[in-house]
Nanobody
């Protein structure tokens, strides 16, 4: 399984921006579709965005569409989540996840590799 490490979380005011990074280890990272999920205490993990192995297909939750952008750089084993126009309801721990398949999924159970998460807090 690929190892994943997230970074880039922090505290930001509503309307601000953050860019999350997900670093993958190993030569097989480019064979993994990647998803970003988020979770708040007491709630289930929620799909945010996904990207195919080539980067040619991307998927977003309706709640972030038009504000968040997922991208990847396979040469650097990196996946990014650019988050703009942040809202207090975006506050959560954000996880990146890898799935050894061509395309991502909106279902967390489809992913076998997970990072440790990074906290994003949006103040009003």
């Amino acid at each position: 399984q690929v190892q994943l490490v997230e970074s880039g979380g922090g505290l930001v005011q509503a309307g601000g921006s953050l860019r999350l990074s997900c670093a993958g280890s190993g030569r097989t990272f480019s064979s993994y579709a990647v998803g970003w999920f988020r979770q708040v205490p007491g709630k289930e993990r929620e799909f945010v965005a996904g990207i195919s192995v080539s980067g040619g297909s991307t998927y977003y939750a309706d709640s972030v569409k038009g504000r968040f952008t997922i991208s990847r750089d396979n040469a650097k084993n990196m996946v990014y989540l650019q988050m703009n126009s942040l809202k207090p309801e975006d506050t959560a721990v954000y996880f990146c996840a890898g799935r050894r398949a061509a395309f991502a999924s909106r279902q967390s159970a489809e992913f076998g590799s997970w990072g440790q998460g990074t906290q994003v807090t949006v103040s009003s």
